[in-house]
């Protein structure tokens, strides 16, 4: 039998069928040819309704999701810039190590000054470890795939990545939600702030946020990583992500589509609406405020959170609330690099330029460093 790809390309699948006509053996009973990942469901459909013959598609998505298992995917997010991959790489590995440093900065300073040991440092020292996992999860793959022709991913790996990035991006919802949180009790109750805000308390929210990432990235992974890939084996995109997996498979993943938006809702809508509510009531508080310097102290303590959350929820909604077909790739992928990789690397400049305290600690482990060298010289 010669080899169905070679039939469909030409349009002739009645060739094919006639060599499994019932004096050949039915197309249940032959043994399948290897299925080209470019057939979709869809034309499985369209053969069928078009011979009457009882074509198995449930076997023929089997051989072709087995066949995206072995070959993995490829990623195509960089293929735009195929002559710009040098300097595409030098400005990726610039920004992942000014990340590192940023948000490790901000670690090691927080763990190490007294002054910092708060509710509201401590969600920051979550949040600048949780820009570091976040960051560190598809920017190696990027960095990998800027050398290498092939820029391929295997199916193992796609389904890792897409685990820890919904998991990470799902905690920082609920984190901003609870930085958010933090401040309205600071500044909305201050007298009864120790006591809300203590450190058992601090760390349930901590586990909690952490815990609903983890469970809500095993549903969308389990979910997405059982559908059968046939349309395709191409990822228009610099990384894995539920809707261009989505995009890829042959069966019908209504379910996924339902989860992916009652989830969306519940981690992204729902915090941000928390976030909002909380800076009205703070807004509200701030004004009744009679000392201007007062009330500049109050806001300068919320400033630096509300510029992370208007940059995360931006790139965000930017990144994910846009039409689907109608822009070039060059897009997609200048807007995934904002969403997933600037950000990140943004976070504690903010922290670090909006905030007296942090630099002011900084300052002092500066300073620290200089006259520890300079006793040591001495």
Known sequence: MEDFLEYWERGSYFLFLEE?????????????????????????????????????????????????????????????????????????????????????MILIIVWLDSGLQTPMYYFLQNLSFLDICYISVTLPQMLNNLLKEEKAISFQACFTQLYFLITFVGVECILLAIMAYDRYLAICHPLRYAALMSRKTCLQLAVASWTCGLLNSALHTGLTSVLPFCASHHIAHLFCDVPQLLKLSCSDTSLNQVVLLAVTVLLGAIPFLCIVVSYVAITRAVLQIRFPQAQQKAFSTCASHLAVVTLFYTTCMFNYNRPTSGHPLYVDTLASMLYNVVTPMLNPLIYSLRNKEVKAALKHAIGQKKFLSESMRA
């Open 20 to 104: 499994c006509s019932p004096g050949h053996g039915s197309l249940e009973d032959t043994d399948y040819p290897k299925i080209p990942e470019t057939i979709s469901k869809h034309s499985w459909h369209s053969l069928k309704r078009s011979t009457g013959w009882n074509i198995d598609t449930g076997a023929a998505e089997q051989e072709m999701g087995n066949r995206t298992a072995e070959l993995g995917f490829t990623l195509l997010g960089f293929s735009t810039f195929q002559e710009q991959h040098k300097l595409v790489f030098v400005a990726l590995l610039a920004v992942y190590l000014m990340a590192l440093v940023g948000n490790g």
